[in-house]
């Protein structure tokens, strides 16, 4: 460690100084959060968070281990988890949905592939918590095959003209930005032809639609382009060759970045799936040896998730470019457990998940409830099981991959074949 780095121990104290006079404690029975969803997020709550984002910010605790000349303070990721277990027990910024996809997902891929004009107007803004970004991702035609989007950026002398739209984007209704691809060469094979853009969502030609979820929360969004007008200054990556980007946010969307774990429970093993205990206790079922066996099980499942998060992670960090593939590992296993887990807490709950007082003060089901209505959400989003399995198989344990007629043609030409196509071989 170079000299003039803080001693870590040094660094703590100063740390947990700070946090104690300047941020609030949590409340020692603070709800954990459900799998997905986190309300609405108003004008009143975004501006709080914001005010709270910046006061890290000021402080030198916004993007630790981010690069200095973007904003961050260029520290070793050791300080990074050093301060953040100083401030486990402290109120930090919550921007939901967009607030992990902005700083988990597309700030990381902006870092590994953006220019340095790109990443000084907005990394520094990101880490000061006045901009957001959600993720314009997936087209409604393409469905699983994110190659194929067919919303288009078209050249126009000195500037980008961007049609369309994009769904499932969480938060946008929100953020101030999305990260959105869109296809710039249509007589470029369909992964060869793609580039991302940074787009204010308040643009002229912008139009963000709520979607409803079974869960009652509207996160997702869609988004209409009408003649967006884009300049090359957003631009992120290099024009065309935007699938290796998309590769790099699949990555951290996938929890490939991660540094610590994100399975349920509780870190220690040796404390039983405690928010699991709870529920049998309030439910009166902790002396039912079925409800023993269940929270047994799920308590295994939550130790394997947490090393398999850890296995990842190392993986990645030793070799970024091999590492990447194992990603699909960390998918594959939420989507598995997550169902089996809140199926789990439901048959421990019984009727107590399923039913509950509608002056409540949330108006809200319980906690249970919506983690059973949310529990299939990671076998869908980013990517569903299947694609997963596609991916391990195909690109860690090499077996062959599935026939493709459209992979080596121009896209322009795979749109009109798909068009014409009746269904009949040979």
Known sequence: MSERLPQIVEYRREARNWLESNLDKKEHHAPRPTITGNGDISETKLAAQRALQRKLFDAG????????????????????????????????????????????????????????????????????????????????????????????????????ILNGSKIWSSGAYYADYGMCLARTDWDAPKHRGLTWFAVPIAADGVTVRRIRQINGDAEFCQEFFDDVVLGDEDVIGEVDEGWAVARTMLL?????????????????????????????????????????????????????????????????????????????????????????????????????????????????????????????????????????????????????????FDTERPFREVIRSARNWSGKVG
């Open 61 to 160: 605790y916004a993007g630790i281990s981010w690069p200095a000349e973007f904003g961050g303070q260029g520290l070793p990721k050791t300080y990074e988890r050093a301060f953040a277990a100083e401030a486990r027990g402290f109120v930090l910024p919550n921007f939901g949905v967009a607030g992990r996809t902005t700083f988990g997902v597309c700030a990381m891929t902006m870092l590994a592939h953006a220019s340095p004009g790109f990443l000084k107007r907005h990394i520094p803004r990101i880490l000061a918590g006045e901009r957001l970004f959600a993720q314009f991702f997936s087209d409604p035609e393409a469905g699983s095959d994110l190659a194929g989007v067919r919303t288009q950026a078209v050249r126009d002398g000195d500037r980008w």
């Open 252 to 404: 951290f969307e996938r929890g490939g970045g991660a540094t610590e774990t994100v399975a349920r429970g509780t870190g220690d093993a040796r404390v039983l799936a405690p928010d699991l205990v709870d529920l049998a206790a309030t439910a009166d079922r902790l002396g039912d040896p079925a409800v023993q066996q269940a929270i047994v099980r799920r308590h295994i499942d939550d130790i394997a998730r947490r090393g398999l998060d850890r296995r990842i992670a190392s993986v990645v960090s030793a070799d970024p470019v091999r590492g990447s593939a194992f990603a699909s590992y960390g998918k594959l296993a939420s989507g598995t457990f997550d169902p089996i887990r809140a199926n789990t807490a439901l048959e421990i709950a019984e009727g107590a998940a399923t039913t509950w007082p509608v002056d409540s003060d949330t108006g809200r089901p319980p906690r249970v409830a919506l983690d059973f209505l949310d529990s299939r959400f990671m076998a869908i989003a980013g990517g569903t099981n299947e694609m997963q399995r596609n991916s391990i198989g195909e690109r860690v344990l090499g077996l062959p991959r599935e026939p493709s």
